[in-house]
């Protein structure tokens, strides 16, 4: 798809809610498909960004995805293609014609291509590796060595570098009579001799320079080297923590290889943010597109251990059968006790978790954050008790119930808030993603600690 002029959005078509698609654009680009009106459909879709044609694909079924994406054909973008959720874009990679695919493959940078080939099957990667050119196609081969979720597979090997005895001059030059320069850079590598690079120049002081101000004059004062094999997660750190635009990577020997963009290095935190949110709703890599079966795959072995944790609450529950049958309040009040110390937990763990992933909690602070949420758990269990107190007393008549309810409250806040933050760090510590196994392993807590304080209570304050 190829734009060459702006082309303006129809007022009836722009979108309804924010950036989201309007549903009579949706409409009118699935009757284009229904009555096979390329034109119209092309039309339709000429102005649309990749990321929005991304998303039309993502919210139609299957069939009505693969009649548009074989009516559209040679239109097909690559930076589409970038844009698809995994859990679809092997399926319209099946679809495409192959001169179709070769075309959109060749449109995009070997970063894009890397990762397009990251989930793709064997065949695949062959047509893919074929449409590009010899040099291209090493390129990316290179790439795919490093070790996935890698710095090496996240950089794209098209780099703009100069000698760092350039000068301005030499350097805007070789710039205007080069025909390989990548379609976006924010900087020129300074490279010595042995290609390392000792330095980064943005194209603003470059532009604003005379033409005999050396380069090494003009270099940016933050520069950061990123090792090839370090991990994505590092680096897209990295890039939020000093603000960095890009940044060059370098193998074994500290020589130049590629260079890792914002864009990229902001991706990654975002798919780590978004794995850390659904992994603790026990919901794995899910999305909207996948199967019944896909689906049910992914969140049955988390609601198996929910059904562990849940028995181990009834266990406790049972150790006072005799107590719940004399007092029946204390069956109807008991779930609000774990329900609120689930909740108090589930608060202080998003809170460690996220403070994990970006950084913020260390070693350093941890025991001043682990006090913090001890003690907003216990202010908040001593409001709460006052207020289960009073119902205790105005709904079944017994002050020694309010107590009771009241102290267990306390009790289970406290150790949420303990739970929360002590857990996700422990499991740190020990080699396990946080935000994969704090919300089984805290829930337990709070629960049987909730059912029992409060039960224990009950039979020592009222039996």
């Not at 959005?9 to 096979?36: F, H, N, T």
């Not at 493959?105 to 990667?125: A, K, M, W």
């Amino acid at each position: 798809m190829t734009q060459t002029e702006p082309q303006m959005i129809d007022a009836g078509d722009a979108p309804e809610d924010g950036y989201e698609l309007s549903r009579r654009l949706v409409a009118a680009i699935l009757y284009a498909v229904d009555v096979s009106d390329r034109e119209k459909l092309v039309d339709l879709m000429e102005p649309l960004h990749a990321a929005d044609i991304a998303d039309l694909l993502e919210q139609i079924n299957a069939y009505d995805r693969m009649r548009l994406i074989r009516l559209y054909d040679k239109e097909f973008d690559g930076e589409i293609l970038s844009e698809l959720d995994e859990s679809i874009r092997e399926d319209v990679i099946g679809i495409l014609k192959p001169e179709v695919l070769a075309d959109a493959v060749r449109e995009l940078d070997s970063d894009d291509v890397v990762d397009l080939l990251e989930d793709l099957d064997d065949s695949q990667h062959e047509a893919i590796l074929d449409a590009l050119e010899d040099s291209d196609r090493v390129a990316v081969e290179q790439s795919l060595n490093f070790p996935e979720y890698s710095a090496g597979r996240l950089m794209q090997r098209e780099v703009v570098m100069a000698p760092d005895h350039w000068n301005v001059g030499e350097a805007i030059d070789h710039l205007r009579s080069s025909e390989d320069l990548p379609e976006h850079f924010y900087h020129v590598v300074l490279v010595d001799p042995r290609l390392r690079p000792v330095g980064n120049v943005t194209l603003g002081k470059l532009m604003r320079s005379r033409r005999d101000v050396a380069l090494k004059s003009i270099t940016e004062e933050m520069f950061h080297i990123i090792p090839a094999t370090r991990d994505e997660g590092d680096v897209a750190y990295a890039f939020n923590q000093y603000h960095l635009i890009s940044a060059p990577v370098v193998d074994e020997n500290d020589r130049l290889v590629g260079v890792i963009t914002i864009d990229d290095a902001m991706a990654v935190l975002d798919e780590e943010h978004e794995e850390d949110i659904m992994r603790l709703a026990g919901v794995g890599e899910g999305s909207l597109s996948d199967r019944v079966i896909e689906t049910t795959r992914q969140r049955f072995p988390w609601l198996a251990v929910n059904l562990v944790t849940a028995v181990l609450a009834s266990l406790v529950i049972a150790q006072f059968e005799a107590a719940i049958t004399q007092v029946v309040a204390l069956a109807v009040l008991m779930p609000i006790v774990a329900s609120m110390g689930g909740n108090a937990g589930t608060q202080s763990l998003t809170v460690a978790v996220r403070s994990l992933a970006t950084k913020d909690l260390t070693g350093s602070n941890v025991w001043r954050v682990i006090r913090r949420e001890v003690l907003v758990g216990l202010v908040n269990g001593l409001a709460f008790a006052v207020v289960m107190s009073i119902i205790g007393v105005l709904w079944f008549g017994s002050m020694q119930l309010g107590y009771v309810i009241g102290a267990a409250m306390v009790i289970n806040l406290v150790v949420a808030g303990l739970a929360g933050t002590a857990i996700p760090v422990l499991l740190e510590k020990v080699g396990v993603d946080p935000a994969l196994a704090s919300g089984a392993f805290v829930t337990t807590v709070t629960d049987v600690v909730g059912f029992f304080a409060f039960l224990g209570l009950a039979v020592v304050v009222l039996l």
